[in-house]
């Protein structure tokens, strides 16, 4: 039986970005499409995850990528709309239960363009 992976989601001006914690990922798919995300993958236990989740608002999924490191499979959308804040993530207002905000990496974002910029071109370097 698959079971959705724990998922943390926050914010920016241009991107939203989502992160599937799943260590030692392996037979990872992701598949972006302007107004949902298709997740699912194995871990070393064999243990079967899949998540899907329609965006709150459009995404331009031919600017959207996603990138695996050991501990988790990170996401990141271009938004249609920039600079408009996402209140969820999700288009449904009922939050499930696997899914959180990612406080850590939670911002004002003022002035928080060239943060962005620095870690979009960061991913984009794998």
Partial sequence: ????????WYD???YVYLEFCVEDSTD???VIEDDRLEFS???ADGVE???EINFYARVNS????EKRS???ITCFMRKWKEKVAWPRITKENI????LSVDFDNWRDWEGDEEVERAMVEQYAEV
């Fill in 1 to 8: 039986p698959r079971q959705p992976a724990k998922t943390l």
């Fill in 12 to 14: 920016r001006p241009r």
């Fill in 28 to 30: 990872v798919k992701v």
């Fill in 41 to 43: 993958c194995k871990n």
């Fill in 49 to 51: 995850f899949y998540n």
């Fill in 62 to 65: 031919k600017d959207s990528r």
């Fill in 70 to 72: 050991d501990r988790s």
């Fill in 95 to 98: 939050k499930p239960a696997w």
